[in-house]
């Protein structure tokens, strides 16, 4: 979807599935970490230019015809019809957990952390962190803490451990 086409929209937010690895690095996973970071950083700089177009859309349609200004802009930097959320789901009980519990190629350490979440039993079942994202989405706020567009929320943001 183009900026153009998601300021049309009455109300729209964008989710991009992030994880712990946008904001923090781990050995072995390098491509994997830059790529989520890079994914974050893009969908937090597409918040702040939604937020300013349709600011200078705002103020263009002013009654006075007064000229739409960076200050005027930043003023009504919250009145977008476009939410953007980076959300990262925790470490999931997925096929990834498992391929990462089993790698001979990941940092050990890493490894070892997946094979105890796993006999643990504290792997994050898909089904409650997608309904705490359903819940950001769909109200704005999850347990009480909610989130900015661009925002990067993670399900340990709102679930305690």
């Not at 781990?26 to 700089?45: E, L, N, Q, W």
């Not at 263009?60 to 990262?88: G, W």
């Amino acid at each position: 979807m183009t900026c153009e086409r998601a300021k049309t929209l009455t109300e729209c937010t964008i989710v991009n599935i992030s994880s712990i690895c946008a904001v923090k690095g781990f050995p072995t996973m390098g491509i994997y970490c830059a790529g989520k970071a890079a994914r974050d950083m893009f969908h937090s700089v597409l918040a702040k230019e939604m937020s300013i177009g349709q600011a200078a859309n705002i103020n263009s349609k002013n009654d006075d015809n007064s000229e739409s200004s960076p200050i005027n802009q930043h003023e009504n930097q919250n009145q977008s019809n476009v939410t953007i959320l980076n959300y990262a789901p925790g470490p999931c009980e997925t096929e990834m957990a498992s391929e990462l519990e089993e790698s001979t190629f990941l940092d050990p350490d890493l490894s070892a952390f997946f094979r105890k979440a796993k006999k643990d039993g504290t792997l994050v079942k898909p089904k409650d962190t997608m309904e705490i994202l359903a819940d950001l989405v769909l109200k704005g706020t999850s347990k009480g803490k909610s989130y900015n567009s661009g925002d990067h929320v993670d399900y340990f943001d709102i679930v305690e451990r």
